[in-house]
C-alpha cells in the first residue's frame, strides 16, 4: 500500500516516482493499492494549489489500510494522509517506510519565514519511526544525514530508455558545455 498527499490530476516528481513504482511492482504480481487525496474531502495548499489536503483522514485512512491488510506500507508524503497512515502504524507496531521527496525545510523557509531548526525537527520526527526512509540522491542523504536522520537508505529511480534516447552531441551547434534545467520552477528549487 502507497499512501500519498500527492497524485494525479498533478504532474510532479513525487507522482510520476510513485505511479512508476505501483506500475512495476504490478508488473512483478503485487497488488498495489495507493491512497490518495482524490479518495477524500479536500482544499487546496496555500501556494501550492495544485496539491490537495485532505481533511481529516484519519478514520478513512486506518479502514483503507485494514481492509487491504498490506504486506507492506510506504508512506511517501508528510501531508495529511502521511501523517494518518503513521498515526495507524506506529498505534498498531506496523512496519512501514516513508520517502523524502521535497525539501520541505528549505521550502517551507523560502515561502514563509519557518526556520530549518523548527522544520528539520518536525521531519525526523515523521521519518524516525520508519523502518527506512528512502531518499533519491547522495547529497539529499548526506543533508539529511547531516540533520540527524539515521534510517536512510538509497532509492535510486532509473530512466525510461525507450522515451529518453541519447541524440549525437553535434544535433545543437552551440558553445559547450550546455546545462539545461528539467524540473518545475519555482522559489524552493534554488534554480
Given at each position: 500500500?502507497?499512501?500519498?498527499?500527492?497524485?494525479?490530476?498533478?504532474?510532479?516528481?513525487?507522482?510520476?516516482?510513485l505511479?512508476?513504482?505501483?506500475?512495476?511492482?504490478?508488473?512483478?504480481?503485487?497488488?498495489?493499492?495507493?491512497?490518495?487525496?482524490?479518495?477524500?474531502?479536500?482544499?487546496?495548499?496555500?501556494?501550492y494549489?495544485?496539491?490537495?489536503?485532505?481533511?481529516?483522514?484519519?478514520?478513512?485512512?486506518?479502514?483503507?489500510?485494514?481492509?487491504?491488510?498490506?504486506?507492506?506500507?510506504?508512506?511517501?508524503?508528510?501531508?495529511?494522509?502521511?501523517?494518518?497512515?503513521?498515526?495507524?502504524?506506529?498505534?498498531?507496531?506496523?512496519?512501514?517506510?516513508?520517502?523524502?521527496?521535497?525539501?520541505?525545510?528549505?521550502?517551507?523557509?523560502?515561502?514563509?519565514?519557518?526556520?530549518?531548526?523548527?522544520?528539520?525537527?518536525?521531519l525526523?520526527?515523521?521519518?524516525?519511526?520508519?523502518?527506512?526512509?528512502?531518499?533519491?540522491?547522495?547529497?539529499?542523504?548526506?543533508?539529511?544525514?547531516?540533520?540527524?536522520?539515521?534510517?536512510?537508505?538509497?532509492?535510486?529511480?532509473?530512466?525510461?530508455?525507450?522515451?529518453?534516447?541519447?541524440?549525437?552531441?553535434?544535433?545543437?551547434?552551440?558553445?559547450?558545455?550546455?546545462?539545461?534545467?528539467?524540473?518545475?520552477?519555482?522559489?524552493e528549487?534554488?534554480?
Open positions: 500500500m502507497i499512501v500519498t498527499d500527492a497524485w494525479f490530476p498533478q504532474t510532479n516528481g513525487v507522482v510520476s516516482t505511479a512508476q513504482t505501483a506500475a512495476w511492482h504490478g508488473r512483478f504480481g503485487h497488488e498495489v493499492r495507493i491512497i490518495n487525496p482524490r479518495d477524500f474531502h479536500s482544499v487546496p495548499c496555500p501556494t494549489p495544485e496539491i490537495r489536503l485532505s481533511l481529516f483522514p484519519y478514520g478513512k485512512v486506518k479502514r483503507s489500510i485494514r481492509a487491504f491488510a498490506p504486506h507492506a506500507v510506504h508512506i511517501a508524503t508528510e501531508g495529511p494522509l502521511g501523517l494518518s497512515a503513521r498515526r495507524f502504524c506506529v498505534s498498531r507496531g506496523m512496519p512501514f517506510t516513508t520517502s523524502y521527496h521535497t525539501q520541505f525545510p528549505q521550502y517551507l523557509r523560502a515561502r514563509y519565514p519557518i526556520p530549518l531548526g523548527v522544520s528539520y525537527p518536525v525526523r520526527w515523521f521519518h524516525g519511526p520508519a523502518a527506512r526512509c528512502m531518499v533519491s540522491t547522495a547529497s539529499v542523504r548526506s543533508d539529511l544525514a547531516a540533520h540527524g536522520f539515521a534510517n536512510l537508505a538509497s532509492w535510486r529511480r532509473g530512466v525510461d530508455t525507450e522515451i529518453f534516447k541519447p541524440y549525437p552531441k553535434d544535433f545543437l551547434a552551440l558553445p559547450r558545455p550546455i546545462a539545461a534545467y528539467v524540473g518545475r520552477v519555482a522559489v528549487k534554488n534554480i
